[in-house]
């Protein structure tokens, strides 16, 4: 079961964190040979961080960034929301924000959504 990290915790994502969960889904993005958007919100679903990587497609920002903040809402509510290439943040169990990709296929949007969230 997910927990919904208490305000004013520890529990959020920090810019290091957004940043080394993108450098993680850019690492992955770039193994498969598709530039991505990829966004991360933190506890509250404010943005903390995004990248397009070069080539990305510009009309995915957006997407990228709405995926982040559905899955982190969703998982809020202990609803677990099929978005392709997003996944909430979990630290220790709570949820802590969320990351969201948009570039590719669902299928490699999740692939590198997978490997930004792991880097948490």
Do not use: C, F
């Amino acid at each position: 079961m997910i927990r919904y990290a208490p305000k004013g915790s520890r529990l959020s994502v920090s810019l290091a964190d957004a940043r080394r969960i993108i450098a993680a889904g850019e690492v992955r993005a770039h193994e498969l040979g598709q530039p991505m958007n990829i966004a991360v919100v933190d506890r509250e679903g404010s943005l903390v961080s995004h990248v397009r990587m070069d080539g990305a497609w510009s009309g995915s920002v957006d997407v990228s960034i709405t995926k982040a903040v559905t899955v982190r809402a969703g998982a809020e509510q202990g609803q677990v929301m099929a978005v392709a290439g997003g996944l909430p943040l979990l630290r220790d169990g709570d949820l802590v924000g969320g990351v969201g990709v948009s570039g590719g296929s669902d299928e490699l949007d999740h692939e590198v959504a997978l490997a930004a969230a792991a880097a948490l």
